[in-house]
T-cell receptor, first 115, second 113 residues
Framework: AQSVTQPDIHITVSEGASLELRCNYSYGATPYLFWYVQSPGQGLQLLLKYFSGDTLVQGIKGFEAEFKRSQSSFNLRKPSVHWSDAAEYFC?????????????FGDGTTLTVKP | DSGVTQTPKHLITATGQRVTLRCSPR?????VYWYQQSLDQGLQFLIQ???????AKGNILERFSAQQFPDLHSELNLSSLELGDSALYFC????????????FGPGTRLTVL
């Protein structure tokens, strides 16, 4: 069965500092991987996705993520955090082509940005 | 704005009652997904419909049911409500049946008293 682990429940960084949010997945085949962001009271917004090809994926809002098959990881990074990045971040692994709807989400990492 | 709309935004009801949550997908999207987000369970996939037919099922209780109508909007029906059903319910949509890129609506917050 597929699973996603986000080891950090809460991370605090200073504005302008770099950010890395960790995500580890368990999946039998090549996974579809996603990062979503959820601001308070809002739905989830897709930041970026990995399906295949280049393992370094660029997303919106200056975010990027790197797929590392050997480590079963898909960590999210941003070189310089802005106060507006404070939100909850979810990593997700999508299903195979036979169960695409069964995406599995991690428990989320809450990001706090200090001024 | 993802283009996915959900109504109502908030819903407060009592135990034992039945409610219906509505979702309109993005224009052109044929797949609709329902998720439940609660503090203790996190974000859980409930069910997926594609062009009116059920395609995938997740952790959906028997007291819950859903359907997708010919105009592609979807409804999630929750019956015999319990306190533990209090949660945020999200709808998402995608273009294809097997398209993993989903666009989420703003959610319906259900409070069961």
């Amino acid at each position: 069965a597929q699973s996603v682990t986000q080891p950090d429940i809460h991370i605090t960084v200073s504005e302008g500092a770099s950010l890395e949010l960790r995500c580890n997945y368990s999946y039998g085949a090549t996974p579809y991987l996603f990062w979503y962001v959820q601001s308070p009271g809002q739905g989830l917004q897709l930041l970026l996705k990995y399906f295949s090809g280049d393992t370094l994926v660029q997303g919106i809002k200056g975010f990027e993520a790197e797929f590392k098959r050997s480590q079963s990881s898909f960590n999210l990074r941003k070189p310089s955090v802005h106060w507006s990045d404070a939100a909850e971040y979810f990593c997700a692994v999508g299903g195979s082509r036979t169960n695409a709807g069964k995406s599995t989400f991690g428990d989320g990492t809450t990001l706090t940005v200090k001024p | 704005d993802s283009g996915v709309t959900q109504t109502p935004k908030h819903l407060i009801t009592a135990t034992g009652q039945r409610v219906t949550l509505r979702c309109s997908p993005r224009s052109g999207d044929l797949s609709v997904y329902w998720y439940q987000q609660s503090l203790d369970q996190g974000l859980q996939f409930l069910i997926q419909y594609y062009n009116g037919e059920e395609r995938a099922k997740g952790n959906i209780l028997e007291r819950f049911s859903a359907q997708q109508f010919p105009d592609l909007h979807s409804e999630l029906n929750l019956s015999s409500l319990e306190l533990g059903d209090s949660a945020l319910y999200f709808c998402a949509s995608s273009v294809e049946e097997l398209d993993n890129e989903q666009f989420f609506g703003p959610g319906t917050r259900l409070t069961v008293l």
